[in-house]
């Protein structure tokens, strides 16, 4: 599957404090159940845990039976432990919820778009990924926009305007009747246009995401390069010995040269790149979302 065809994850604020922002992520299902409104389901396993050992006390009480009592009470034992971890189970699982409700404005949820903004948005995140998960990046060469707050703010920041985009999209979808009366055309038109300028802003500020990513990538493999050719570049005074020793003095002249410049050209590409990077990230800067 082509990664532009997956789902984009979900989104939180990263202004969130982290221990929440944790919490958030690790129940996707409650923060869907906060966007639908539904309630924690209390479980009735537990009740019937305790029901049992009743009804086995009664026929002890009857029967008088001491394997009823030992069973009766063992099984209560087993019921009271079954509850309590049950019961603890649905206060957790309410507890995460209500914070779910609190911070409802404080993520994204792939459900939260309708396909294109999903596609728009796995794009971005792609881009942002790519980004971070560079050898140069790593290296700090072209963290001029500090990459590790500034891309998950600009991840936020598209996945907001998306979520929006796409609601505002169903309203619309909702109100514009599929036939328009005559001479009503033109009524509709300037809310369609709105919409379609808010796309269009956004397939811009992701493609300028993926240049900055297209260029750290050309980056990587020019450091890459500049990498081996350091370690090369330690061994020159034995291949340009190895050319003199070998090759004809005319011959030897222009090789040994060529070693001794190969490394500065390569370096002045790496900085080339380095460059380039640096100047896709200052256009995120220049026109920023938020």
């Not at 069973?71 to 914070?99: C, H, P, Q, Y």
């Not at 998306?162 to 038109?189: I, N, S, W």
């Not at 992701?206 to 990587?220: C, G, S, T």
């Amino acid at each position: 599957m082509y990664p532009r065809a997956l789902l984009p994850r979900m989104v939180t604020d990263p202004t969130l404090p982290p221990e929440i922002s944790a919490q958030l992520r690790s129940s996707p299902h409650v923060l869907r159940m906060a966007r639908t409104g539904q309630q924690a389901k209390s479980s009735s396993a537990a009740t019937w845990l305790l029901v049992v050992p009743g009804l086995m006390l009664l026929l002890w009480l009857l029967s008088r039976s001491g394997v009823m009592l030992v069973g009766g009470v063992g099984l209560g034992i087993f019921g009271l432990t079954r509850w309590m971890a049950v019961d603890s189970s649905n206060r957790s699982a309410k507890r995460r919820l209500e914070l779910a409700r609190e911070h409802a404005h404080r993520y994204v949820l792939p459900e939260d778009l309708d396909y294109p903004c999903q596609m728009l948005l796995r794009r971005a995140q792609n881009a942002v990924d790519a980004i971070l998960s560079s050898d140069v990046n790593r290296a700090g060469l072209i963290d001029t926009i500090d990459n590790q707050v500034t891309l998950p703010e600009e991840e936020w920041q598209i996945s907001q305007r998306l979520a929006r985009l796409a609601a505002m999209h169903a309203e619309h979808g909702r109100l514009v009747p599929r036939e328009l009366p005559t001479g009503m055309e033109d009524a509709f038109k300037p809310y369609a246009s709105a919409l379609d300028a808010a796309w269009t802003s956004l397939a811009k500020r992701v493609r300028n995401l993926e240049k900055y990513a297209k260029q750290v990538r050309r980056a990587d493999r020019v450091y890459h390069a500049h990498m081996r050719l350091e370690a090369l570049a330690a061994r020159t005074p034995d291949y340009q010995q190895l050319v003199a020793d070998t090759v004809r003095d005319e011959l030897a002249h222009v090789h040994i040269a060529r070693l001794a410049d190969q490394a500065a050209h390569v370096r002045r590409m790496f900085e080339e790149s380095i460059d380039m990077a640096r100047r896709a990230a200052g256009e995120l800067v220049r026109a920023p979302l938020s």
